[in-house]
Every structure is written in structure tokens, then in C-alpha cells.
């Protein structure tokens, strides 16, 4: 019982950490994308989304893979963390050389110059990642979400200065480039301050043979998760335009903050605990059916919340040139309520099974993908969202469906465990829309403060009256949590 009780108090303070992280620094980036996207035009935002999107495809191999698989592995030796990182700089290395390399050939292909003199400094994102992988994972492994945290905020405190200052004193696109290359530099460089570990000639290095298999099953899937979603804006920014592609990314951009803000908080924790109960089938059943219920139910009303205000935020804090981003910011919002559940499925997945699964499904839902990206690309942009929407359904029934097979967890317990919090979202949203009708003569603030009030109110009201214990639930957890932080 200590041992189990040692760990919840571990997972509770580490969620508590990486929850006050991700919302200070979803807030930081929220302040920085408001104010650099009022000082650039669409088409720029677009050139940036196309060089982000091929970081984001070679950081998979960086990132995935070998880092999660020592993670995993209970008896990771110093030689394996040297494999690994060794692994991880001569890969960024080559990675580095051939984007900046090609970055010609792709400016050519888009007619968007200015990614070649992007290109080596953008890039340089690959090594310094790459610098600082195995410390992060050793923190992970024991459980020094304070510390990660910390740096993660810091590095996003200064970074967002940075490009702050940049964007006020008119170097434009550059200041988001100046945000992400000085914010990898600082995390890399706190990482290597706070930890211990040192690459060391004189220790044997362990081959990556016994962790390949199984590494390089989730290198596979991820890419192809990553190939397939970000393709559906490289074929924006191709077929349409650089203002079409800067729209759809700022709307993704937005919708993605409170997204990966907190399911990147509850993931990075969840997957090393969940790994520790593995072997115990009613533990962990209950400890999915629990993260499952509460993800949702903040989760579920935050992003229909986003979608009943979204004309008003904008219309508040961006600058019309970026107001036709509004129907896809909308669209996209419903990806937000069916990801969360996929990606809590998917860590589950990666616990118990030995990522064979992972793969067939991967190949699975990108076939489906294909398709739906086939028929909606050639229609326009808005299709693309609603494709994507399609997909993300796709992608949560079958990683739900899958877990099945690893746990005890039933459709039946999925659909009582979810369907009250579904059910009460629904009634939330309508309540803002009906209220919302009545205000359109308002100023837009106040518009939007009603709205959000009215909203708040109908979903804790009804949790209550109904006596939802995911309601409770998180209470109690948001009582722990900040006796964790105070």
C-alpha cells in the first residue's frame, strides 16, 4: 500500500506541476501569437506553417521511438541513454543537413522565397532538440515534473519576450522564428544545468538492437500520424494559397493551445504511471476509466465553449485580416472533443501491447484518411476541416475499440462513462447560443463575458443537480493538487 500510495502522490504532484506549466505557458503563447499575428499578413504565417510542419515530421525521429522506449524500460542502463543520445545527435545532424539543403527545391515548389533564408536558422531546432532528449527523459522516469516544468515555463517566459520585442520592433516573421530556435536553445540549456547525466567517453554504449523493435514501431506510427496531420496543409498552401494555408494554421494554432496544453500535462504523466500498474488488470482498468472520464469533462465544455464564442474572440483580440480563420477555427474545435479520448486510448495501447497493435491501427486509420483527404481536397479549405473532423471519429473509435483487447474496459462502460458529461456539454452550448442571440447588440466584451458566464454556470449547474462523479472527482483532485502547489 506504500508503494501504490507513493505513487498517486507522485502523479498527483506531477499533474499539478504540469497543468500550472502548460497554463502559464499557453497563456505566454497566446500573448505572443496575438500580438506577432497583428503585425504579419496571412501568406507569412503560411511559409511558417509548411517549414514547421517539416521540423515537426524529422523531430519524430528524434523524439519518438527510442526516448519512449526508455521510458518504458525498467532497467535502463547508462549505456543505453548513451546509444540513444548518440542515436539522437547524429540523426538530427543529417536531418538538419538535408531540410536546410532542400530548402531551395522547396521555396521553388511553393514560390515562397524567404524559406531559404529561414531555412538554417529555423532548422537548427533539430539538433538542439536533439541535445536535450535524454534528460528530459530522465526526468520523466523519476518523476521531476517540478523541475521539467520550471524549465519548460522559463524557457517559454523568455522566449516569448524575445519574440515580443521582435514583433514591436517590426522584424515580422522573424520574431516567430526568434520564439521557437531561442526557446529550444534555453530549455536545452537549463536541461543540461538541472541534470546530472553526461554523455561520458569512458562508458560502454549499449547496442539499440533489444529496443528497436519495439521503438521502431512507434517511430513508425508516429510518422505516419505526423505525415498525416499537417499533409492536408501542405496541399493548402500548394492547391490554394499562402492566405488560405495562414488561416487554416491559425485557426489549427489556436485550437490546438488548450488542446495540447492539457492533454500534454495529463499524457506525460499518465503514460509513466499507467506503466507501473500494468500487470495489475483492475487497477488498471479503473486508472483509464478515471483519466478517461475526467479528460473529458474539461475537455468537452472548453472546446464547445470555444466554438459558441469563437466569431467574438476573435472579433476581440485579432485584427480583421485575420477574421476568415473563424469557420475553421469552429470546425477544428470539434477535433478537439474526439482527440483527447483517442490519445489516452493510444497511451494505453502503448503500455500494454507490444506496439504491433499500434502499427496495423496506424496503417488502418491512414488508409481511411487517404480517402477522406482524396474526396475533400479538391472541394477547399473549409471540406479539409470538415475532413479532418471525419477523421479524428475514425481515429477514436478505433483506438477505443482496440483497448479492449489489453484491458477490461467495455463499450459499455465507454458509453456510461462519457455520455452524461456529452449530454451535459450539449446543453451548454445551446444555453450560450440562445443567450448570445440576445446580445448581438452589445459590445463585443461584454458580449463575450455573458456568454462565457451563462456557459460556466449551465455546466456546473447541471453537474451538480445531476451529481456527476466526474464532478466530485475533480474536485477532490483540485484540492490535492493544490495542496501540491501551495
Given at each position: 500500500?506504500?508503494?501504490?500510495?507513493?505513487?498517486?502522490?507522485?502523479?498527483?504532484?506531477?499533474?499539478?506541476?504540469?497543468?500550472?506549466?502548460?497554463?502559464?505557458?499557453?497563456?505566454?503563447?497566446?500573448?505572443?501569437?496575438?500580438?506577432?499575428?497583428?503585425?504579419?499578413?496571412?501568406?507569412?504565417?503560411?511559409?511558417?506553417?509548411?517549414?514547421?510542419?517539416?521540423?515537426?515530421?524529422?523531430?519524430?525521429?528524434?523524439?519518438?521511438?527510442?526516448?519512449?522506449?526508455?521510458?518504458?524500460?525498467?532497467?535502463?542502463?547508462?549505456?543505453?541513454?548513451?546509444?540513444?543520445?548518440?542515436?539522437?545527435?547524429?540523426?538530427?545532424?543529417?536531418?538538419?543537413?538535408?531540410?536546410?539543403?532542400?530548402?531551395?527545391?522547396?521555396?521553388?515548389?511553393?514560390?515562397?522565397?524567404?524559406?531559404?533564408?529561414?531555412?538554417?536558422?529555423?532548422?537548427?531546432?533539430?539538433?538542439?532538440?536533439?541535445?536535450?532528449?535524454?534528460?528530459?527523459?530522465?526526468?520523466?522516469?523519476?518523476?521531476?515534473?517540478?523541475?521539467?516544468?520550471?524549465?519548460?515555463?522559463?524557457?517559454?517566459?523568455?522566449?516569448?519576450?524575445?519574440?515580443?520585442?521582435?514583433?514591436?520592433?517590426?522584424?515580422?516573421?522573424?520574431?516567430?522564428?526568434?520564439?521557437?530556435?531561442?526557446?529550444?536553445?534555453?530549455?536545452?540549456?537549463?536541461?543540461?544545468?538541472?541534470?546530472?547525466?553526461?554523455?561520458?567517453?569512458?562508458?560502454?554504449?549499449?547496442?539499440?538492437?533489444?529496443?528497436?523493435?519495439?521503438?521502431?514501431?512507434?517511430?513508425?506510427?508516429?510518422?505516419?500520424?505526423?505525415?498525416?496531420?499537417?499533409?492536408?496543409?501542405?496541399?493548402?498552401?500548394?492547391?490554394?494559397?499562402?492566405?488560405?494555408?495562414?488561416?487554416?494554421?491559425?485557426?489549427?494554432?489556436l485550437k490546438d493551445m488548450p488542446v495540447n496544453a492539457t492533454m500534454q500535462s495529463i499524457q506525460s504523466v499518465t503514460f509513466p504511471a499507467l506503466a507501473k500498474i500494468s500487470d495489475d488488470d483492475e487497477k488498471f482498468k479503473e486508472g483509464y476509466r478515471r483519466v478517461m472520464m475526467l479528460t473529458a469533462f474539461v475537455m468537452f465544455p472548453m472546446m464547445a465553449g470555444l466554438i459558441?464564442?469563437?466569431?467574438?474572440?476573435?472579433?476581440?483580440?485579432?485584427?480583421?485580416?485575420?477574421?476568415?480563420?473563424?469557420?475553421?477555427?469552429?470546425?477544428?474545435?470539434?477535433?478537439?472533443?474526439?482527440?483527447?479520448?483517442?490519445?489516452?486510448?493510444?497511451?494505453?495501447?502503448?503500455?500494454?501491447?507490444?506496439?504491433?497493435?499500434?502499427?496495423?491501427?496506424?496503417?488502418?486509420?491512414?488508409?481511411?484518411?487517404?480517402?477522406?483527404?482524396?474526396?475533400?481536397?479538391?472541394?477547399?479549405?473549409?471540406?479539409?476541416?470538415?475532413?479532418?473532423?471525419?477523421?479524428?471519429?475514425?481515429?477514436?473509435?478505433?483506438?477505443?475499440?482496440?483497448?479492449?483487447?489489453?484491458?477490461?474496459?467495455?463499450?459499455?462502460?465507454?458509453?456510461?462513462?462519457?455520455?452524461?458529461?456529452?449530454?451535459?456539454?450539449?446543453?451548454?452550448?445551446?444555453?450560450?447560443?440562445?443567450?448570445?442571440?440576445?446580445?448581438?447588440?452589445?459590445?463585443?466584451?461584454?458580449?463575450?463575458?455573458?456568454?462565457?458566464?451563462?456557459?460556466?454556470?449551465?455546466?456546473?449547474?447541471?453537474?451538480?443537480?445531476?451529481?456527476?462523479?466526474?464532478?466530485?472527482?475533480?474536485?477532490?483532485?483540485?484540492?490535492?493538487?493544490?495542496?501540491?502547489?501551495?
Amino acid at each position: 500500500m506504500g508503494k501504490e500510495r507513493d505513487l498517486s502522490e507522485r502523479v498527483a504532484s506531477g499533474v499539478a506541476w504540469n497543468i500550472t506549466e502548460k497554463v502559464g505557458s499557453t497563456l505566454l503563447q497566446a500573448i505572443v501569437s496575438i500580438i506577432v499575428a497583428n503585425r504579419i499578413m496571412p501568406n507569412e504565417m503560411g511559409v511558417i506553417a509548411v517549414m514547421t510542419i517539416l521540423v515537426t515530421l524529422s523531430q519524430v525521429v528524434i523524439d519518438s521511438g527510442f526516448s519512449q522506449t526508455l521510458i518504458r524500460k525498467t532497467d535502463a542502463s547508462e549505456g543505453d541513454f548513451k546509444a540513444v543520445f548518440r542515436f539522437n545527435i547524429w540523426a538530427s545532424v543529417l536531418l538538419y543537413a538535408i531540410l536546410t539543403a532542400s530548402a531551395p527545391l522547396v521555396a521553388s515548389y511553393y514560390g515562397w522565397e524567404k524559406i531559404t533564408s529561414i531555412a538554417p536558422v529555423l532548422y537548427l531546432l533539430l539538433p538542439l532538440n536533439a541535445l536535450c532528449v535524454i534528460q528530459n527523459t530522465i526526468m520523466v522516469k523519476e518523476f521531476r515534473f517540478a523541475e521539467l516544468s520550471t524549465i519548460i515555463f522559463t524557457s517559454s517566459l523568455i522566449s516569448s519576450i524575445i519574440a515580443i520585442a521582435m514583433a514591436l520592433t517590426g522584424f515580422g516573421i522573424w520574431s516567430l522564428v526568434g520564439q521557437r530556435v531561442s526557446m529550444m536553445a534555453i530549455k536545452a540549456m537549463l536541461l543540461w544545468w538541472k541534470s546530472s547525466w553526461r554523455y561520458r567517453r569512458d562508458t560502454d554504449g549499449s547496442s539499440l538492437q533489444e529496443m528497436t523493435p519495439y521503438s521502431l514501431r512507434l517511430i513508425a506510427t508516429d510518422m505516419i500520424t505526423a505525415i498525416y496531420n499537417n499533409i492536408a496543409q501542405l496541399f493548402i498552401g500548394k492547391m490554394y494559397s499562402a492566405n488560405m494555408l495562414g488561416y487554416y494554421n491559425q485557426a489549427q494554432k489556436l485550437k490546438d493551445m488548450p488542446v495540447n496544453a492539457t492533454m500534454q500535462s495529463i499524457q506525460s504523466v499518465t503514460f509513466p504511471a499507467l506503466a507501473k500498474i500494468s500487470d495489475d488488470d483492475e487497477k488498471f482498468k479503473e486508472g483509464y476509466r478515471r483519466v478517461m472520464m475526467l479528460t473529458a469533462f474539461v475537455m468537452f465544455p472548453m472546446m464547445a465553449g470555444l466554438i459558441a464564442t469563437a466569431e467574438d474572440i476573435f472579433q476581440l483580440l485579432l485584427k480583421p485580416q485575420w477574421h476568415p480563420s473563424v469557420p475553421y477555427f469552429q470546425i477544428l474545435s470539434l477535433v478537439g472533443l474526439l482527440y483527447p479520448i483517442s490519445a489516452i486510448a493510444y497511451n494505453v495501447l502503448k503500455v500494454r501491447s507490444n506496439g504491433a497493435i499500434i502499427l496495423r491501427l496506424e496503417i488502418l486509420k491512414k488508409v481511411l484518411m487517404t480517402i477522406i483527404l482524396a474526396i475533400t481536397i479538391p472541394i477547399g479549405v473549409k471540406a479539409i476541416a470538415w475532413g479532418m473532423v471525419a477523421a479524428a471519429a475514425c481515429e477514436m473509435i478505433l483506438n477505443t475499440g482496440a483497448t479492449t483487447r489489453y484491458c477490461k474496459f467495455t463499450v459499455t462502460l465507454f458509453a456510461r462513462t462519457l455520455l452524461p458529461i456529452a449530454l451535459l456539454t450539449v446543453a451548454m452550448f445551446f444555453a450560450t447560443e440562445f443567450v448570445g442571440n440576445y446580445t448581438i447588440e452589445l459590445h463585443v466584451g461584454w458580449r463575450l463575458a455573458i456568454k462565457i458566464a451563462i456557459g460556466v454556470a449551465t455546466y456546473s449547474l447541471g453537474a451538480l443537480l445531476t451529481r456527476m462523479e466526474a464532478l466530485s472527482e475533480a474536485v477532490t483532485i483540485a484540492r490535492r493538487l493544490l495542496g501540491k502547489l501551495l
